[in-house]
């Protein structure tokens, strides 16, 4: 599976952060970004759950999943 952030569509409420900070951070301003285990935007293995809760609560729908487990 393959993640990635929408910059236009962020709005930093922070959501993806709070619920899954090993897979989403946030820059200096408070909008999403990729972390480490995330940053080539591949979603690691047996964590494609993690992601897609993340997507599912964010509320600019920002955060886009391609791809299945």
Not at 18 to 38: H, K, M, R, S, W
Request: aromatic share 4%.
């Amino acid at each position: 599976m393959r993640v990635q952030i929408d910059p236009a569509l962020c709005q930093g409420h922070g959501r993806c952060y709070d619920l899954v900070p090993d897979l989403f951070g946030e820059d200096e301003d408070g909008y999403a970004t990729l972390t480490p285990l995330t940053a080539d935007g591949s979603v690691p293995a047996g964590r494609e759950d993690d992601a897609q809760l993340a997507a599912d609560n964010c509320p600019e729908l920002a955060i886009v999943l391609v791809g299945g487990a």
